[in-house]
Structure formats: C-alpha cells, structure tokens
C-alpha cells in the first residue's frame, strides 16, 4: 500500500497554486478559476464513470486519480479545507447510510 495520502496531494496542490512556473497545470487551473476547475472536475466524474461501466480497472485507477486530483484543486478555489470534508464523512458515518440520508430530508 502506497504510504501516499490525499492530505499529500492537497500540499501539492496547495504549493503549486501559487507557483509562477508558467508550465504549472495546477497553477494554470488556479488562474483559470473556479469555473474551468469545475468543468475539470465534472469531465474527470464522467470519464471516471465511462471507465468503471467498461469495466476498465485501469482506467478507473488513472481517471480515479485524476478526479481526486481535480477535487482538490476546487476545493482548494473554493477554500475548502480537506479536512472539513473528511470531518463531514467521519459525522455522516456515525449513522447507517439511510439514517444519514432521511436526517438530510432526501429520498
């Protein structure tokens, strides 16, 4: 198991968003701003979905890290700190999954 963490990437990103290397991609998105990360992030769910209906395990795996990737980086534009994620995902799991989604109000 690789000793690699998303909390690894987010300080990537993190670091390379403000780089004034001008081959950057991360700092590029950043640039670009939230609406073109967004449009990233939603081209990478769908390949990311297209790979797991093909079942392509490696494709999956490469669009996977991908989508996380891009992940970050709007959370990142949007200020969003992973960790306040991760604390929303550590609440949700105190509760079966329909608990947790009737106490939301959605079906």
Do not use: C, N, P
């Not at 081959?23 to 609406?35: D, V």
């Not at 949007?78 to 960790?83: H, P, T």
């Amino acid at each position: 198991m690789s000793a690699f963490t998303l909390a690894d990437l987010e300080r990537i990103v993190a670091t390379r968003a403000t780089s004034d290397d001008t081959r950057s991609y991360t700092a590029s998105l950043y640039a670009r701003g939230i609406g073109k990360a967004a449009q990233k992030l939603g081209e990478e769910a769908v390949e990311t979905v297209i790979a797991a209906v093909s079942g392509d395990k490696s494709g999956i795996v490469s669009e996977s890290a991908d989508l996380l990737y891009h992940l970050l980086v709007v959370l990142g534009i949007s200020g969003v700190k992973l960790d306040e994620v991760l604390e929303e995902l550590d609440r949700r799991t105190a509760q079966t999954g329909h608990e947790e989604k009737a106490a939301r109000g959605q079906d």
